[in-house]
């Protein structure tokens, strides 16, 4: 299995994966939406063979006030149902966490599993008293620091893209 940057011959295959992983089209869509209107973006698969088993994808979020503070928001990340618990998921993770860094990003927030993200490093996004637009749970919005204490003091509200307001 590979990690790699997507291409877009796998744009069709990004978007069927994303339906069979979550039983619905609104991440697919999302995706590629943000695709087209947010920048920098981080899109990788995992290639088994010539087929996309996985993809993690992450733009760019914002924290107002804070503009010398660059965050990605990591959404969606998606095994094919049949592949999961297999590791994918994890490098998935670790090489976009790394593209991440390599970009120059400060940190990087997820609503996600508190039972799955910790064990790369996410803690609670309210532990650097920073919160999330949505009305979600304080123990799934989550936040890691990719440089020590690039979050140190940076308080508020996280601002996703309008793509967000509209899956």
Known sequence: MNIRSEQRADIPAIRELNCAAFDASVEADLVD???????PIVSLVADDAGSVVGHIFFSPVTLPGHADVTIM???PMAVLPARQRQGIGSALMRAGLAECRQLGFAAVVVLGHPGYYPRFGFVPASRFRIGCEYDVPDDVFMALELESHALKGKTGTIRYHAAFAKA
Do not use: E, F, K, M
């Not at 939406?33 to 920048?39: D, G, N, P």
């Open 73 to 75: 928001g990591l959404a």
């Open 33 to 39: 939406v943000l695709r087209q209107q947010a920048a």
